[in-house]
Nanobody, 115 residues
């Protein structure tokens, strides 16, 4: 059974950077596509970025050019490098497969962008 644990969130000023990590307890590579999602207060969860087993990536328009998703095969880990953060990036960030598996949602990691 796969468990996904997100970390790396925190409070950062606008324009700052954070790097999120998503560690899998089991192999994630049988899941071809992994994604980072986020949910802001009062809003639906949205897909932010995806990465395939071949390291092809896609991004939501709102984060394109600022966020970078990557994965480390040896460490069973997916990352999200977030630069030029904006207050509207404030949300709880989650990783999951794409499409997401309901049983794999973790606790997420809170990202707050505020001065």
């Amino acid at each position: 059974q796969v468990q996904l644990v997100e970390s790396g969130g925190g409070l950062v000023q606008p324009g700052g950077s954070l790097k999120l990590s998503c560690a899998a307890s089991g192999s994630i590579f049988r899941f071809n596509v992994m994604g980072w999602y986020r949910q802001a207060p009062g809003k639906q969860r949205e897909l932010v970025a995806t990465i395939t087993g071949g390291h092809s990536t896609n991004y939501a328009d709102s984060v394109k050019g600022r966020f970078t998703i990557s994965r480390d095969t040896a460490k069973n880990t997916v990352y999200l490098q977030m630069n030029s953060l904006k207050p509207e990036d404030t949300a709880v960030y989650y990783c999951n497969t794409q499409p997401p598996m309901n049983g794999y949602w973790g606790q997420g990691t809170q990202v707050t962008v505020s001065s």
